[in-house]
């Protein structure tokens, strides 16, 4: 492999971790091992129907679903920080760009997939669902109820922001044009709530044009990601304070159309606390193994949390309480467990079929495979 090829792999290793230039963002390593283990403590206490939990925690962990839009601002910021310059200077491989998106994603949700169809019994509705699945492709389609790994919308959205990023950055590719983006995908997220995507009355929030100003948000942090890492140390104690005093809107309930407004305020300032300056509680080796797992875990959660029920481990008490957070330290454990042995075999398929491919390549006259040649 050439060393410009080499250069370029480990730039895209880099990217999701948000990696510009010389400065790795761990902060958001921990961000994103916060955002999906708080989707979990969600999930699993409204699909086991804990309803003789305490009051303080059904208050407590109801509104963390929203953590999913973190998910969003820190895709839009990663992704610049790996390619923004690069798709501005044509000097982006596009081949490259996205077999890699894809090669991140598709093999642990194809898995996912593949037994969420076994365990429907191949029915017609499970096949053609899971059929538009794999696609990654599902967020066009006019109809999102999906069941088969329902909690998927969330990825379909972040792949068809990487489907469109180079137009993407086009629309960021100065402060003024990026300000005009930011303020057209806020009119149209408001075009959801009162014209388009409504169902019953209910507004449909995976839609992407809905989640869309979450990674426009992302990507204007990191066109001002310099003049954050300037605050001194006065500033950055603002911004803290300033994070720390909004986190309360988290349980505040607003109108439709103020809602992704009001998690922008939730999290902006948190992102730029994070942007500013590495802390230890955010950027630690637990954090790091988490987010390197976090989508893994998020998208299997609830799968995990299905076979702890089947095996009668949902309910050990009579106690709420006591019954849901023994079953959410099971549905971690388990996402963590299944997402590394999904990883590791993963591996070890993609390296048998690599070598398949080489044996099976033509030979050259001095009995090198063709595709062996650097």
Same mark, same amino acid.
């Given at each position: 492999?050439?060393?410009?090829?080499?250069?370029?792999?480990?730039?895209?290793?880099?990217?999701?971790?948000?990696?510009?230039?010389?400065?790795?963002?761990?902060?958001?390593?921990?961000?994103?091992?916060?955002?999906?283990?708080?989707?979990?403590?969600?999930?699993?206490?409204?699909?086991?129907?804990?309803?003789?939990?305490?009051?303080?925690?059904?208050?407590?962990?109801?509104?963390?679903?929203?953590?999913?839009?973190?998910?969003?601002?820190?895709?839009?910021?990663?992704?610049?920080?790996?390619?923004?310059?690069?798709?501005?200077?044509?000097?982006?491989?596009?081949?490259?760009?996205?077999?890699?998106?894809?090669?991140?994603?598709?093999?642990?949700?194809?898995?996912?997939?593949?037994?969420?169809?076994?365990?429907?019994?191949?029915?017609?509705?499970?096949?053609?669902?899971?059929?538009?699945?794999?696609?990654?492709?599902?967020?066009?389609?006019?109809?999102?109820?999906?069941?088969?790994?329902?909690?998927?919308w969330a990825l379909g959205v972040i792949f068809l922001f990487y489907f469109l990023f180079p137009f993407f950055v086009f629309l960021m590719s100065t402060k003024r044009r990026a300000w005009g983006t930011f303020v057209a995908s806020?009119?149209?997220?408001?075009?959801? +709530? @009162?014209?388009?995507?409504? %169902?019953?009355?209910?507004?449909?929030?995976?839609?992407? /044009? $809905?989640?869309?100003?979450? #990674?426009?948000?992302?990507?204007?942090?990191?066109?001002?990601?310099?003049?954050?890492?300037?605050?001194?140390?006065?500033?950055?104690?603002?911004?803290?304070?300033?994070?720390?005093?909004?986190?309360?809107?988290?349980?505040?309930?607003?109108?439709?159309?103020?809602?992704?407004?009001?998690?922008?305020?939730?999290?902006?300032?948190?992102?730029?606390?994070?942007?500013?300056?590495?802390?230890? +509680? @955010?950027?630690?080796?637990? %954090?790091?193994?988490?987010?390197?797992?976090?989508?893994? /875990? $998020?998208?299997?959660?609830? #799968?995990?949390?299905?076979?702890?029920?089947?095996?009668?481990?949902?309910?050990?008490?009579?106690?709420?309480t006591v019954s849901y957070v023994v079953a959410l330290a099971l549905t971690l454990a388990g996402g963590m467990a299944f997402a590394l042995l999904a990883h590791r075999c993963i591996a070890v398929a993609s390296r048998f079929i690599?070598?398949?491919?080489?044996?099976?390549?033509?030979?050259?006259?001095?009995?090198?495979?063709?595709?062996?040649?650097?």
């Open positions: 492999m050439s060393e410009a090829s080499m250069t370029e792999d480990k730039r895209s290793m880099q990217q999701f971790a948000g990696v510009a230039g010389n400065r790795h963002y761990n902060d958001l390593d921990g961000f994103r091992a916060i955002a999906a283990i708080a989707i979990v403590v969600m999930h699993v206490h409204v699909r086991g129907e804990y309803v003789h939990t305490s009051t303080w925690l059904s208050t407590a962990v109801e509104p963390l679903g929203t953590f999913v839009t973190l998910f969003f601002i820190i895709s839009g910021f990663g992704m610049c920080c790996g390619y923004y310059d690069r798709v501005k200077n044509g000097s982006m491989d596009i081949e490259r760009f996205y077999s890699r998106r894809i090669a991140k994603i598709l093999p642990f949700f194809a898995l996912l997939v593949c037994i969420d169809v076994v365990a429907e019994g191949f029915s017609p509705n499970a096949l053609w669902e899971a059929f538009a699945d794999v696609t990654l492709m599902f967020n066009l389609l006019p109809d999102l109820n999906i069941q088969v790994i329902g909690v998927g806020v009119v149209l997220s408001l075009s959801c +709530v @009162f014209h388009f995507f409504k %169902t019953n009355g209910n507004i449909d929030d995976r839609r992407f /044009i $809905y989640q869309f100003m979450f #990674f426009v948000a992302g990507g204007l942090l990191f066109l001002y990601r310099h003049r954050i890492e300037s605050l001194n140390s006065v500033g950055r104690r603002l911004v803290l304070l300033v994070a720390v005093a909004v986190l309360p809107l988290l349980y505040v309930d607003v109108p439709a159309w103020a809602s992704n407004v009001k998690q922008l305020v939730l999290w902006i300032p948190w992102m730029v606390f994070a942007i500013a300056k590495d802390h230890k +509680v @955010f950027s630690n080796p637990l %954090t790091k193994f988490l987010s390197g797992i976090s989508m893994e /875990i $998020y998208l299997s959660h609830l #799968f995990i949390f299905q076979v702890i029920r089947i095996c009668g481990l949902a309910y050990v008490s009579s106690d709420g690599a070598t398949s491919r080489r044996t099976g390549q033509p030979r050259g006259k001095h009995g090198v495979a063709e595709g062996d040649v650097r």
